[in-house]
């Protein structure tokens, strides 16, 4: 098995080289450089090769368009429905994911929990269109949600949204800007300037980041239920930033810290379980 954390860590150390160099560049150069090198970060759909074969849904789960108005654009989504769920989900994966990478999820959320469930490429991701940026993928995540709720045939508002790593800024985005049925934040963090100064600490991300997935200045404009998990052992989005941004969120809220939990690992039983009983209070049963 490949070393996420290792190769996460020498890509950023190069990047950070790059950013040196552009800093010492002549000014008219030096902003379009750095935002280059900014997004790469920040934004990296997995690469297959051009002549991959384009990954496919499992059995019983729909590979889906949705025309995003707004972009002009069209996006890629995975769909797995059951009849009569105990909710719909909107479900926003994390930078270095696609759908594909979310086939674990939606079945666990689809078989395990059964709710119905649509995970969407961002622009730029998979066989989405469009380029990567913090304005396009809210636009995006809005789209997707519209999408959904006529598939399910549900109102807008009454979509459970939930985000992992950068989805969950996507997520918090939604939520505090329109509302939601209730929230669900899987290893997500307080804004990208935090997780990036935690990495550079002698560089002052908070002016030099145009990317902000700002969500501790956001989410105490959600007011509805929250259940958000974080590994203590994540090297990736510290758990103290998963923390931080739980204790600006109002109640109802539930926080799980998984004990050893990594950024990329699978889905820790405790979190699985707080899932299911968080369905059953959203729906009205007592436990």
Request: include cysteine; proline fraction near 7%.
């Amino acid at each position: 098995m490949r070393n996420l954390f290792v190769a996460e860590m020498l890509r950023i150390i190069g990047l950070l080289v790059l950013a040196c160099f552009a800093l010492t560049a002549p000014m008219g150069c030096q902003s379009a450089m750095l935002r280059t090198i900014e997004n790469s970060l920040v934004y990296q759909p997995p690469k297959r090769g051009p002549f991959k074969k384009c990954p496919t849904p499992p059995v019983g789960v729909e590979d889906v368009f949705i025309e995003n108005p707004d972009s002009n654009c069209r996006l890629n989504g995975w769909y797995a429905g059951v009849q009569n769920p105990r909710a719909v989900v909107l479900y926003c994966h994390g930078n270095g994911n696609d759908v594909a990478e979310c086939q674990a999820s939606l079945l666990a959320f689809r078989d395990q929990l059964r709710v119905s469930i649509l995970a969407f490429d961002y622009s730029g991701y998979g066989r989405s269109d469009g380029k990567s940026s913090e304005a396009n993928l809210y636009r995006d995540a809005r789209a997707a949600r519209k999408w959904l709720a006529a598939k399910a045939n549900v109102p807008e508002s009454e979509i459970v949204l939930c985000g992992y790593s950068l989805g969950g800024g996507v997520a918090v985005e939604l939520a505090s800007t329109d509302g939601a049925k209730a929230l669900i934040l899987e290893r997500t963090f307080t804004s990208i300037p935090d997780v990036a100064q935690r990495f550079v600490p002698w560089l002052p991300m908070q002016t030099m980041m145009v990317n902000r997935f700002d969500s501790q200045s956001k989410i105490g404009r959600y007011r509805g239920p929250l259940l958000q998990t974080h590994g203590d052992a994540d090297r990736i989005v510290p758990y103290v930033l998963g923390v931080k941004l739980h204790t600006v969120a109002n109640e109802p809220k539930k926080f799980i810290r998984v004990c050893g939990g990594g950024h990329n690992d699978p889905p820790h039983t405790s979190y699985t379980a707080a899932l299911d009983k968080f369905f059953d209070e959203l729906n009205g049963v007592k436990p």
